[in-house]
């Protein structure tokens, strides 16, 4: 452990995956001798780590950059940088227009000590070399969460998918899965020091698959495999690709009380020409064929999504198939956004951003219109109902309140001056709104 002392202030945006990256980036950091802090005036170094997913996640970033950099005028000797998967997407350009000191994309963190320690003003760093085989698997991530009570655990990088409207395999490189053995000990490492909550991350979980010597390894086996650390260790996992979801991974989730129930289940579009040319390999009816089956096998699995309106093309009818299949399936909770066209993906370069502005918002709207009168359907279908809550901590709204989710992930709210955050309670439903069950606590 080297004695730089430097600290380091990360700004992190975009999904839980990049949330755990910013774990991963502060352990590779803390080893040589960097400290977190979460105070920018304080840092030396300050990075926002980002996302590229829609232009307005990254038009909201272009505009953190330039507040980072602001603190230069009166702290010269602070470095800025970005990392993530807007570095990989832009790479030198984010040197010239974002006026930063390095730049890593989200398989050169372990270089990143090297081009902090190099980057001077008019030296800019640079490495946005993606990798096939790196896992960080061995990297164990200095928690950022506040309450020490759930934690991420990544468990594969990359996607192999191409769905047309997504940068997501382009700024991550090709899917790899990560060791179990690093994974089982990273969850119950966690769990000996408290934890009572993993989620396990990937762009397509089901797709998970190791292979070393004689020993295989499935999105169902290591599920299993986690879940046997401990009764009291609840498992959670995301994201579910609607083409690979098995039935091998419903019956493990059945056969688990811990593992939670609740499946993240991105539909996209409900319509089948929409599907095809969104490169998603199933179709509406394979769609709903899997919500009966997770139905079927488990009656009270909470079902959430990720949706897009406005997509290449997208007529009324394809628009009103989107809005039927949500009518049908009844999502505790959505998602939703409409297409923003991304340079590079298989749709920007094929089909013309064709819906205008004012359809997208309008079908978008129509969408979040249908949903929440469809969350509050489904709270309101869990009122009498008791469950099992993980305490987070106090409630939001009003912190004499605690909170935590179901295993359905529904948040609850209870009035309860007693337990604490990791806690295990029970409480009944006595009402809701279309985002929280408000319960009361059962002895
Ligand atoms: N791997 C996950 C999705 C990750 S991206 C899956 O396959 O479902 C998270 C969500 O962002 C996607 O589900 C999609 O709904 C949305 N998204 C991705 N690209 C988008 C784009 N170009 N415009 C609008 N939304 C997009
Ligand atoms: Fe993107 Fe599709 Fe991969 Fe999800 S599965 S990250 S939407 S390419
Ligand atoms: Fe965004 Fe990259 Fe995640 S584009 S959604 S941070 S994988």
């Not at 700004?11 to 105070?39: K, P, S």
């Not at 164990?140 to 468990?155: E, M, T, W």
């Not at 919500?291 to 009818?317: K, L, M, N, Y």
Request: net charge negative.
């Amino acid at each position: 452990m080297s004695s730089n002392s430097k600290k380091v202030y990360i700004e992190t945006y975009g999904c839980q995956m990049n949330v755990n990256d910013t774990e991963v980036i502060f352990a590779i950091l803390a080893n040589e001798g960097f400290i977190r802090t979460e105070d920018i005036a304080e840092a030396d170094v300050i990075m926002a780590n980002t996302c590229s997913i829609r232009d307005n996640a990254e038009q909201r970033i272009w505009g953190r950059i330039e507040q980072f950099n602001l603190q230069k005028n009166t702290r010269h000797d602070v470095l800025t940088g970005i990392v993530g998967c807007m570095a990989e997407r832009l790479k030198e350009k984010l040197l010239d227009k974002g006026n930063v000191d390095f730049v890593a994309g989200p398989d050169a963190y372990r270089n990143l000590p090297r081009l902090i320690a190099d980057a001077a003003p008019g030296h800019p760093q640079i490495d946005t070399e993606l990798s096939r085989e790196e896992t960080y698997g061995d990297i164990k991530p200095v928690r950022i969460d506040k309450n020490g009570v759930s934690a991420f655990i990544s468990i594969m990088r990359g996607c192999n998918n191409v769905c047309s409207y997504c940068v997501v395999p382009y700024t991550r490189g090709v899917e790899r899965s990560r060791d179990p053995r690093t994974i089982i000990e990273e969850a119950r490492n966690l769990f000996d020091r408290g934890y009572k909550e993993v989620t396990l991350l990937g762009q397509n979980v089901d797709s998970y698959h190791w292979k070393c010597d004689r020993e295989e390894v499935s999105f169902a086996s290591l599920l299993e495999q986690v879940a046997h650390i401990s009764p009291d260790l609840r498992i959670r996992f995301s994201t579910s690709n609607p083409q690979d979801f098995s039935d091998e991974v419903l019956m493990v989730m059945a056969k688990y009380d811990n593992i939670c129930k609740h499946i993240h289940f991105p539909v996209q579009s409900g319509s089948n020409r929409i599907l095809e040319k969104m490169r998603r390999r199933y179709t509406r009816e394979w769609y709903l064929e899997r919500v009966s089956r997770i139905r079927e096998i488990i009656p009270d699995c909470g079902i959430t999504t990720d949706v897009i309106a406005g997509f290449c093309s997208e007529t009324e009818e394809d628009h009103k198939d989107t809005l039927s299949l949500f009518d049908i399936v009844g999502f505790d909770t959505a998602f939703m956004f409409y297409y923003s066209e991304r340079p590079g993906t298989i749709s920007q370069r094929n089909y013309p951003d064709d819906v205008d502005i004012e359809t997208k918002t309008r079908r978008l709207n129509e969408i979040i219109a249908l949903q929440g009168k469809k969350s509050l359907e489904s709270y309101r279908k869990d009122i009498g109902k008791v469950f099992r809550v993980l305490v987070e901590g106090p409630s939001k709204k009003d912190p004499a309140d605690l909170c935590g989710r179901a295993s359905n992930n529904k948040m609850c709210v209870f009035a309860d001056n007693i337990h604490k955050a990791g806690d295990y309670v029970d409480v009944e439903v006595t009402g809701c709104t279309s985002a929280t069950l408000l319960c009361r606590l059962l002895d």
